[in-house]
């Protein structure tokens, strides 16, 4: 059983990861140049003399992973800390050892210090677009109604345009993830 260092080791550069993308790229770069990145000297500075490396489970095509490494890479660019990617459906093994509520929910970061240990984990979803994404889908008709299919794809086109280009959303991620690795490393 290969270790969460060896996956990061084989992982690809986040900035290699992007620019492959087929799916949501262009929604994932207008994140990426839109975001305003956050005055927060201590943070930068904590994970740029902790130097975490974080090893990235995702999928071009997941929305949440779509809005979350963007801003990921960001923080990593600005930190000038090491995030290698993974795909999910090619490490089901690693996947599985990081379930949410039981489901291969992506994207999931994981933490490592430079005893190659994880030190911690952060994702799918920050909890605000989590409260966000069930209040959405609370409006959805029952499973079995004939119309269900056409309104869960169209809610899920809404909640990706949505992390496409709403900022508050981004702020939350950020502050998320910057809490998650905060703890990380303390």
């Known amino acids: 059983m290969k270790t969460e260092q060896q996956y990061f080791s084989e992982g690809m550069p986040i900035e290699d990861y992007m620019e492959q993308m087929t799916v949501h790229k262009d929604d994932c770069?207008?994140?990426y140049n839109s975001f305003e990145f956050p005055?927060?000297?201590d943070f930068i500075s904590l994970l740029s003399e902790r130097n975490p490396h974080i090893l990235v489970v995702t999928e071009d095509w997941c929305g949440d992973a779509m809005m979350n490494n963007a801003i990921l890479r960001r923080i990593a660019e600005v930190a000038n800390i090491d995030v290698r990617v993974v795909f999910r459906d090619q490490n089901?093994?690693?996947?599985?050892?990081?379930l949410t509520n039981g489901g291969r929910s992506i994207p999931i970061y994981l933490f490592l210090n430079d005893q190659e240990k994880v030190i911690g984990k952060w994702g799918p979803r920050a909890p605000q677009l989590?409260?966000?994404?069930?209040?959405e889908k609370s409006k959805l008709p029952a499973q079995d109604d004939p119309t269900f299919a056409k309104k869960q794809k169209d809610l899920f086109s809404n909640i990706t345009k949505e992390y496409a280009t709403n900022d508050q959303f981004w702020g939350w991620v950020y502050e998320d993830i910057s809490r998650a690795l905060i703890l990380a490393l303390a």
């Open 39 to 41: 005055q927060d000297e």
């Open 29 to 31: 770069f207008n994140v």
């Open 92 to 98: 089901l093994e690693l996947m599985d050892r990081y």
């Open 130 to 135: 989590q409260e966000y994404v069930l209040k």
